[in-house]
């Protein structure tokens, strides 16, 4: 069964860290591009980052470079999320999502919640 | 960045009946490749989204061909014809020509 299933949200405070998780299964995790999307309460899509299939590229938005880490364990079929510098804005649920050769998201994970507040 | 726009905000539909939506983007999401990455994702109340449409106009597996997407440049169409109870929630479109990527701000689709 093809899956996606994510871990690590919680309630974190501004200026703390977090890192989250995302367990594959189902398919050739190590020959696919990865990505993370959050979505704020009540509000769209935003994409968070993207990993290549074996980790050498790695994009992020200018609204979380330099704060959040994309990685990849192949041999775990994990994917990873290292928050750091944690914000009020960054409260959103996280998902993790395959990106395939068409340029899009074929698979997505029930996502986790993440509250940054004091 | 590339700024997608998505209108109607809100669709109001009755059952059988056709909903459609429209996404703009402010460049041109033709790639150097030569393809146009341009997709709709559908996301229901408490879901995760899922891939409706990909490349402007391929159904992703399983999805039914009363959905068809259209469009070139930096006009796009997503529609839905004869739309069913299990049609509702919220629609996005969203680009993967250029980082950073970018979504659409949604387009609500309700049975009147």
């Known amino acids: 069964q093809v899956q996606l299933v994510e871990s690590g949200g919680g309630v974190v405070q501004p200026g703390t860290s977090l890192r989250l998780s995302c367990a594959a299964s189902?398919?050739?995790?190590?020959?696919?591009?990865m990505h993370w999307v959050r979505q704020a309460p009540g509000r769209g899509l935003e994409w968070v980052a993207l990993?290549?299939?074996?980790?050498?590229?790695?994009y992020y938005p200018d609204s979380v470079k330099g704060r959040f880490t994309i990685s990849r364990d192949n041999s775990k079929n994990t994917l990873y999320l290292q928050m750091n510098s944690l914000r009020t804005e960054d409260t959103a649920v996280y998902y993790c999502?395959?990106?395939?050769?068409?340029?899009?998201?074929?698979?997505w994970g029930q996502g986790t919640m993440i509250t940054v507040s004091s | 960045d590339i700024v997608m726009t998505q209108t109607p905000l809100s669709s109001p539909v009755t059952l059988g009946q056709s909903a459609s939506i429209s996404c703009r983007s402010s460049?041109?999401?033709?790639?150097?490749?030569?393809?146009?990455?341009l997709t709709w994702l559908h996301q229901r109340p408490g879901q995760p989204p899922r891939l409706l449409i990909y490349?402007?106009?391929n159904r992703f597996s399983g999805v039914p061909d009363r959905f068809s997407g259209s469009g070139a440049g930096t006009d796009f169409t997503l529609k839905i014809s004869r739309v069913e109870a299990d049609d509702v929630g919220v629609y996005y479109c969203?680009?993967?020509?250029?980082?950073?990527?970018?979504f659409g701000g949604g387009t609500k689709v309700e049975i009147k």
């Open positions: 189902g398919f050739t995790f190590s020959h696919s591009a």
């Open positions: 490349k402007i106009s």
């Open positions: 460049q041109s999401l033709v790639h150097t490749d030569g393809n146009t990455y």
């Open positions: 969203m680009q993967g020509t250029q980082f950073p990527l970018t």
């Open positions: 990993i290549s299939y074996d980790g050498t590229y790695k």
């Open positions: 999502a395959r990106g395939n050769n068409d340029g899009a998201f074929d698979i």
